[in-house]
């Protein structure tokens, strides 16, 4: 049996395999009020169906202003709960294990009305300079992550994940490029580290199931402004010592797209290599990972413990029964005995 498509323990989640739907946004809440659609239900469901092990929906606001467009999901009051333990009830019975990336764009949230980031520093001149938090908006951001756990915690979901890569508000933080701040939330890592560091203890009382972070473990900066690969080994060491269960390694997004992006299988792969030897909790791998057999090298190598397929699942939700065909696994089960006969002509 291969590993990636055998049960884990891993991350205080029971998996019935190692793949991973990473968040993806759909944009597609037309009501503009944050609230689960039909569309999730059938989206999420089909990959559910297709045996995806762990399905994280995509980031979900924990401020109506913390969105990237008004199109996305939130999770910022007790209004969103009824919807997502809905789906998360639907997609359990469907035999998936789920979790919901908590996300605040800061200066990337594109339709804010009051646009608030760690510095006034726009992402580019289309979205606008955004204003340089006070202190009451930190306590107040840190406050509606942690609401947002209790609430994900209420829906039923296994696990959070805070989104701290791609340019959004925690990235913002954690990099110099971006927090440019004199107070005690910039300067020196630990500094920049602080705004995380301060809200897990009382995440981790709101919320019982297995809290992970995604972090871009370098933006492309060929200036010499950016986290080191050891700074983020730093972070890595801090976050498991706060309590987190599983990083989640991704790059980029805090600057518009660099040229100088190398993109090929695997490309974050490195990343990830970084991270597992810096820490002792379980590492996630994404980026590229469509070759079922480039998933399972990084596994049986122990270069990551999960391995994310985004994109891979969007064209195709029955990616991992065709993993278990390049991969030989034969006693890889698809959704029922229905399935099953599709399997063959
Ligand atoms: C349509 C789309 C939406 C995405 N939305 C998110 C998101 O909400 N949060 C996030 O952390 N990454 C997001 N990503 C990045 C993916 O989670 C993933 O890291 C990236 O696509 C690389 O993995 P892949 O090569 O397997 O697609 C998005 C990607 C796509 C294609």
């Known amino acids: 049996m291969s590993k990636l498509l055998s049960p884990a323990q891993i991350a205080g989640l029971s998996l019935k395999n190692r793949v991973v739907m990473p968040p993806m946004c759909m944009y597609v809440v037309e009501k503009e009020d944050g609230k689960v659609t039909p569309f999730h239900h059938a989206h999420y ?22 969105r990237l467009t008004k199109n996305d999901l939130g999770i910022w009051s007790d209004e969103h709960i009824l919807g997502l333990k809905k789906l998360v009830d639907e997609l359990h019975s469907l035999g998936a294990k789920v979790g919901v990336q908590l996300g605040h764009g800061g200066h990337k949230a594109q339709d804010a009305l009051d646009k608030i980031a760690p510095s006034a520093l726009a992402y580019n001149d289309n979205y606008g300079k955004p204003r340089e938090m006070t ?6 951001v840190q406050k509606s992550f942690v609401t947002a756990a209790g609430r994900a915690q209420e829906a039923g979901f296994d696990m959070i994940e805070l989104h701290g890569a791609h340019g959004y508000l925690i990235n913002q933080f954690l990099e110099p490029l971006s927090n440019h701040r004199l107070d005690a939330y910039g300067g020196s890592l630990e500094n920049r580290y602080r705004i995380v560091g301060e809200m897990l203890p009382a995440i981790k009382d709101a919320f019982a199931g297995s809290i992970w972070i995604r972090l871009s473990m370098t933006a492309y900066d060929e200036t010499g402004q950016q986290n080191t690969i050891t700074d983020w080994q730093t972070i890595g060491r801090w976050l498991e010592r706060d309590g987190i269960d599983c990083l989640d390694i991704s790059t980029g997004g805090l600057m518009e797209l660099q040229p100088n992006i190398p993109i090929y299988s695997g490309y974050q792969a ?29 596994l049986q ?12 699942l969007i064209r195709n939700p029955n990616w991992p029964a065709e993993a278990a065909t390049v991969l030989h696994d034969h006693d890889f089960e698809v959704y029922n005995n229905s399935y099953k006969r599709g399997q063959f002509k």
């Open 270 to 298: 490195p990343y990830t290599n970084h991270m597992k030897q810096a820490v002792s909790i379980p590492v996630s791998a994404v980026g590229l990972l469509n070759a079922p057999e480039l998933g399972e090298y990084l």
């Open 45 to 66: 469901g089909a990959r559910a169906i297709g045996q995806t092990g762990l399905i994280i929906l995509e980031a979900t606001a924990v401020e109506p202003d913390g």
């Open 301 to 312: 190598t122990e270069q990551a413990d999960l391995i994310e397929v985004g994109r891979g």
């Open 135 to 140: 202190l009451e908006d930190i306590k107040r």
